[in-house]
């Protein structure tokens, strides 16, 4: 598996809606994480929509010593408190939470502190199969992660704590199962769910802000072969056609990643893709747009006030990473990100 260039990919995708402009809480990004959303099955009869699962079926050219591996990634939901403590504190309590007051933003000296939820990247890995094992008996692995409660003093320049920054993360736990069939001679048709196992209480009355933080959010499976082949569902040979049509996928789309021709990896997304996509070499971030998004929300960075840009500073590493890329781009590479001309992909191969 092509992890580094898979990995570029990938990550477009995870964070796609992460943080939305105008790249400061508002409105528009408390409707984030809207691709691969994997929420608890006790949560789902009562949603509207919303998936506690997903499937992907794909062809493999091989034999019974092809070897098949998979790599399920997501975010992990954090909710980010922001408590503000008056009177202030001299010294942290011994033993005990001290009594706060939850804010939306707080200003303390130079500092602005937003409440916000995070994504921490998560990987699990369904391990390297010989087919032969998988045509036996379905492969399934289980998988968990704990709940964590972290909490941050937050001083004034008198040293005393007027604050508290409160770092909550719900335990959330799945399954991945695999397996496999043989359709043809040398083909095989792989079946792959991703479940959210997570357990539930009250799940009936839960809003859907809470569920995400017991969800497996913009969920994607990674996909590698070893002395096979994977076969484009979008162009299959015409010999197997049909049975590339008989593949159900649910939620996610697998394409060929890697360079053109290459068929060792694959990308199930989330969101719909071609085969071989590339983040566009003009962009300096991840995106797949040829650059015109790039251009747009680049502009609009530049053009926001000083106080809009200390605002979206504090909000996360991710944010400010991004206003300072932005800011630092060098005139040719503004340039790069405007009237960009690409020959169709039929036009090249002809």
Not at 228 to 250: K, Q, T
Not at 319 to 327: D, G, K, S, V
């Amino acid at each position: 598996m092509n992890r580094a260039l898979v990995d570029h990919i990938a990550n477009a995708l995870m964070y796609e809606g992460y943080n939305l402009y105008p790249y400061r809480p508002s409105l528009k990004n408390h409707k984030r994480w809207t691709f691969g959303g994997l929420f608890p099955e006790a949560y789902c009869p009562s949603a509207n929509g919303d998936a506690a699962s997903l499937q992907t079926e794909f062809l493999i050219q091989g034999d019974a010593w092809t070897t098949f591996e998979a790599v399920v990634r997501f975010l992990h939901l954090s909710d980010r408190i922001t408590g503000e403590i008056d009177p202030p504190l001299v010294a942290w309590p011994s033993g005990a939470e001290p009594e706060f007051r939850p804010v939306p933003v707080l200003q303390v000296g130079a500092r602005r502190l937003h409440s916000w939820q995070e994504g921490e990247e998560r990987e699990v890995s369904l391990g390297r199969l010989p087919l032969k094992k998988l045509l036996r008996r379905p492969r399934s692995v289980r998988f968990a992660f704990p709940g964590v409660r972290r909490l941050e003093p937050v001083r004034d320049e008198d040293r005393k704590i007027v604050a508290v920054k409160v770092q909550e993360q719900k335990a959330i736990a799945g399954s991945i199962e695999a397996r496999a069939i043989e359709v043809g001679e040398g083909l095989f048709r792989m079946t792959l769910r991703v479940i959210n196992c997570t357990p539930l209480n009250n799940s009936v009355a839960m809003s859907r802000d809470a569920a995400l933080l017991h969800s497996l959010i913009s969920t994607h499976v990674l996909l590698g072969v070893q002395d096979g082949a994977f076969v484009s569902l979008l162009d299959p040979p015409h010999h197997w056609r049909e049975e590339a049509a008989a593949c159900r996928n649910v939620g996610v789309w697998p394409v060929l990643v890697g360079a053109e021709e290459q068929t060792d990896t694959m990308l199930a997304s989330p969101i719909i893709l071609y085969d071989y996509p590339q983040v566009a070499p003009e962009s300096p971030g991840e995106f797949f747009d040829g650059t015109e998004i790039d251009e747009m929300l680049t502009l609009r960075i530049l053009t926001m006030t000083d106080e809009e840009k200390r605002d979206m500073a504090a909000v996360d590493e991710r944010t400010r990473a991004l206003l300072e890329r932005t800011e630092s781009l060098a005139r040719q590479q503004m340039l790069g990100l405007h009237g960009t001309m690409r020959r169709p992909k039929e036009e090249v191969d002809g």
